[in-house]
């Protein structure tokens, strides 16, 4: 069996924000029968956790818990998350990764996740003005305020936390105030995240208004889904600064993937690998899908507490879908820059190309800028790895030199670097 992650969500779809671009809250529909009670059982965690464990063929085993909003759910049950994860742990070495929005952290927090070494994956898009245009609570209100207690709060108690920024139809327009206030608050780990989504004219049968490639419905791309030109922009804006100074000091998870792309590794970020399926989600019910951004009712694999993790992750439909990822229009067949986007998310492929042809993904003008952008500097830090040089010396050559000692067509190749 192939490696597999799997992220949970304990509590579904519930939170306590009602962010606008928000893709998970209406997921809420497809589980009416849980009424309020979206808490995941004593009964679903043990199987989850002892399956869980027991499918990962290596000794080191990373659960991630997501939401929705978990801490909703309250210390205590993260405290017998990491009691059973003890009892069924069998000697292999267990490490938890939590996504909050901050909002709810307190002493009592931050204590616990200090005490049990969870890595905490912060939301937040932006200094006050531009975080607050999205991410707002159930009543409308501004949250960054108390999104920065709770980021307070990881740093009194020493927790070690990255930031996951979603790149909006507001914020891609400040890649600069963006990138040095997340640096200005302390994150060294950043995720930037491209929210593109379809709204359908009408809901579907089961309520869902955001719908999924091929569904076949009238739609359009939503007013908060960021461009696709803008989203280029932004990042190669970003990269700007940070290949001048920041390299080896501040990881930005976008262009440490760029790297193992141009270096011919196997990308560690699902969206830019040639094949997909192997990033699960599982409902607070035990319900196991094919994806975090496909739960739909024809992506649902079964249930865990009526089959085996390991046997859902290898059904041959969850096969198909992995492997359906490698399925591109012929455009993308021949795009200089396909060895590292290779179409990214299935998700995003619903526009068509100059032809006609339907799966081109709609960000695909913004990869191409961005890639290209970044092409020389790839090479040349790639040039320095094959040299066992650190690739961190780019920023004096970005300083100095710059990319007029390459050519401009993008590639792996390191072939026409003339660097000492």
Known sequence: MKPFHIMAKPHGPICNLDCTYCYYLEKENLYQASGRDYRMSDDVLEVYIRQYIQAQSAQHVSFAWQGGEPTL???????????????????????????????LLNNAWGEFVARNKFLIGLSIDGPEEIHDAYRVDKGGKPTFARVMRGLEVLKKHGVEFNTL????????????KVYRF???????????????????????????????PFARQPASVSDWSVEPLQFGRFLAAVFDEWVLSDVGRTFVQIFD???????????????????????????HNGDLYSCDHFVYPENKLGNILDKAIGSLVSTPQQT?????????????????????????CPKHRFTTTASGEYGLNYLCVGYKHFFHHIDPYMRFMVHQLSQNRAPARVMEWARTQGPRAFQ?????????????
């Open 320 to 344: 198909r879908f992995g492997s359906a990822k490698a399925m591109l229009p012929s455009d993308c067949q021949h795009c200089d820059v396909r060895f590292a986007c290779n179409g990214e």
């Open 182 to 212: 997340l640096k200005q608050i302390g994150s060294k780990y950043l995720q930037f995240i491209p929210v593109v989504e379809q709204v359908a004219t009408e809901p579907d049968a089961n309520g869902l208004v955001l719908i999924k």
């Open 73 to 103: 759910l309250g210390i205590p049950f993260f405290e017998r998350v990491v009691e059973l994860q003890q009892k069924h742990a069998n000697g292999k070495t267990i490490d938890n990764a939590f996504q909050t929005n901050g909002t």
């Open 257 to 283: 993937v760029a790297l193992e792309s141009w270096a011919g590794l196997p990308q560690s970020l699902c969206v830019f690998a040639p094949t997909c399926g192997n990033a699960l989600v599982v409902e």
């Open 408 to 420: 401009t067509t993008a590639g792996r190749s390191s072939d026409a670097v003339q660097l000492v």
């Open 165 to 176: 920024t979603v790149i909006n139809r507001k914020n891609s327009y400040h890649p600069q």
